[in-house]
């Protein structure tokens, strides 16, 4: 029944290492979104993808490779591991224009030691 | 682009006290905003928006949030918290048409005490 979905929940790793995160949406919606919240809980948006189409792409490093094979699913793969990649990460979608809001998952934290 | 702030980054009240987190936001046009909140392990939950009309909208879990326009501000309200209340509170504005993201403040976190 959960609306937007996250696996792992949580996930420990040394640095230089590969690591996936899934999401998964059963809401219908079109558009998926990667959020980053650092120590400081400091949210910045890191991909959108809409209808599987990558939308918006900000400012972040090409080791995170979104990849969204349907539009009820958005991955993100990241290669290369560094230390100031542990955060936790979110899922969220919407439907079409942000203004009905977003539904997020329940997270993904990441460590990297 | 779109920009948030929140005044307080930490708040600490006495369960019954009333609450007022501040935002501002900073955008040429018409706007969408939201409250979300986030307690303790959890993933951030929709508090209440605005998107036009009466600009006082009543939000889950008896909070409110007045949006002023000439302010820039869309400050969010509680009259008499509970512990419970205890979380980070994000306000987040978004342009209402094309694609744009959801933009945060950098939260406030409310700690109520018995």
């Known amino acids: 029944d959960t609306a937007v979905s996250q696996t792992p929940k949580y996930l420990v790793t040394q640095m230089g290492n590969d690591k996936s995160i899934k999401c998964e949406q059963n809401?219908?919606?079109?558009?998926m979104y990667w959020y980053k919240q650092d120590s400081k809980k400091f949210l910045k948006i890191m991909f959108s993808?809409?209808?599987?189409?990558?939308?918006i792409n900000e400012t972040v490093p090409n080791r995170f490779s979104p990849k969204s094979p349907d539009k009820a699913h958005l991955n993100l793969h990241i290669n290369s591991l560094e230390l100031g990649d542990s955060a936790v990460y979110f899922c969220?979608?919407?439907?079409?224009?942000?203004?009905?809001?977003?539904?997020f998952g329940s997270g993904t934290r990441l460590t990297v030691v | 682009a779109q920009s948030v702030s929140q005044h307080n980054h930490h708040v600490i009240l006495s369960e019954a006290a009333s609450l007022e987190l501040g935002c501002n936001y900073s955008y040429g046009g018409t706007v969408n905003l939201f409250w979300y909140v986030q307690y303790p392990g959890q993933h951030l939950q929709l508090l209440l928006k605005y998107f036009s009309g009466d600009p006082l909208v009543k939000g889950i879990k008896g909070f409110e949030a007045e949006f002023i326009k000439s302010k820039f501000s869309f400050n969010l309200r509680k009259p008499s918290v509970q512990w419970s209340d205890t979380a980070e509170y994000f306000c987040a504005v978004t342009a209402p048409s094309g694609y744009s993201t959801l933009t945060f403040g950098k939260g406030t976190m409310l700690l109520v005490s018995p």
């Open positions: 969220a979608s919407s439907q079409g224009r942000v203004g009905y809001g977003y539904t």
């Open positions: 993808y809409n209808n599987k189409e990558l939308i």
């Open positions: 809401l219908g919606h079109d558009t």
